[in-house]
DNA sequence: AGCAAACCTCAACACCCGTAGAGTGAAATC
DNA sequence: GATTTCACTCTACGGGTGTTGAGGTTTGCT
């Protein structure tokens, strides 16, 4: 790490500084590669930093990879919604959460990537954010296939965030963000509400 | 390989059935774990060879994992349908793709499960897959949005093959697939016939 | 039987990885 | 100013990887 000239100094601020860099890094380059592209060494370069150091703050590549690629808990208003306001509030927290610009878009990139190659990315994919939306979902939804819609809400969900920021299919990639607002909003009527 | 009693003998069809028998692990281990977590030692193993047999006859990983996974083309249903049939008829396709028991469903959930993680199989995914239906679908479907409607089509059919055999999202995996039929053919009518 | 070819294995190389422990130099404390 | 503390680096180890070339052993042909 560089110093900057009109950053805070002592020891404690600059252990802070390296320590983010170190993270910045890492969720860079785990939001644009799989885990196991992703080396320690090319993590330490890039933060300008020696590959000890980040074992020595991270303990190991698999805690490093759990401190850069997770899944924001912020306030989800698509966990207060009602069946009518239900696909709106989920393509709010989802625009919110993927088009952002800071560093939670990039740690929920990482997660997302590596979801299908990394079992534990995978239980926190399935088991912390569909299973629990789901859940929420589901019981506003109602009728016998509420859970089955749920997920699927999930799942559709899922399939456009896809294509849009990680396999980045032109069309939706181009698309913008109403533009996408104003066609799967119907879609997801359809879903939560079924036939009526 | 141990070779079985009753198949035929000789050299040619001995050297086929091994061959196939490396394409075989490599096709199941792709399918379970990230590329990188393949190696061509445990794919030996797995077919009782010698690893460096596995380098005789592919050439290298990247070339065997281009052997075992891709997508499969053949006659697809959803390419010769008009509007109104083809939300079934993309289901349709999928079904027999991902829910067959053969060669073809590992294949395919090979290419699926490395599409985030490895270049060649999201440029597969992305360009070959994905966009080529998208081209045809658009045709059908008309109007402005209609390369929009037609990739999000794309992406909702990868959202939930990725739920039900990737991921694994318990409700998912659980639905019949006429449950999945029944919610999801209106859910894609919808996108593909927009407010009318 | 004897020879050639092909299938297959052995052993090894060169590389890169995650990780560990000792060491260094500067900042904080007294 | 001396000493301690802590951020940080150097060096290295052990292991696993893709890949290779030479050797062995079975098969098929004459």
């Given at each position: 790490m560089t110093p900057a000239d009109d950053e805070p100094v002592g020891r404690d601020a600059r252990r802070r500084r390296t320590e983010e860099a170190i993270l910045a890094a890492a969720r860079e380059q785990?939001?644009?590669s799989g885990y196991a592209d992703v080396?320690?060494?090319s993590v330490a370069a890039a933060?300008?930093?020696d590959p000890a150091l980040v074992m020595q703050y991270y303990g190991s590549k698999e805690r490093l990879f759990g401190a850069a690629a997770h899944w924001p808990e912020e306030a989800d208003s698509a966990l207060s919604a009602d069946r009518?306001?239900?696909p709106a509030a989920v393509l709010d927290d989802i625009f919110?959460?993927?088009e952002g610009q800071g560093q939670d878009r990039e740690a929920v990139v990482a997660l997302?990537?590596?979801c299908l190659t990394?079992?534990?990315a995978g239980r926190i994919v399935r088991d912390e954010v569909i299973c629990e939306r789901q859940a929420h979902a589901a019981s506003v939804i109602g009728g016998p296939d509420a859970e089955l819609r749920a997920a699927l809400v999930g799942a559709v969900l899922m399939g456009v965030a896809m294509s849009r920021h990680l396999l980045e299919v032109p069309a939706v990639v181009e698309a913008q963000q109403d533009d996408l607002r104003r066609v799967l909003e119907p879609?997801?009527?359809q879903l939560v509400e079924g036939g009526g």
């Open positions: 785990f939001a644009g080396t320690i060494r933060a300008g930093v009518a306001g239900l919110e959460r993927f997302m990537r590596n990394h079992p534990e879609v997801l009527r």
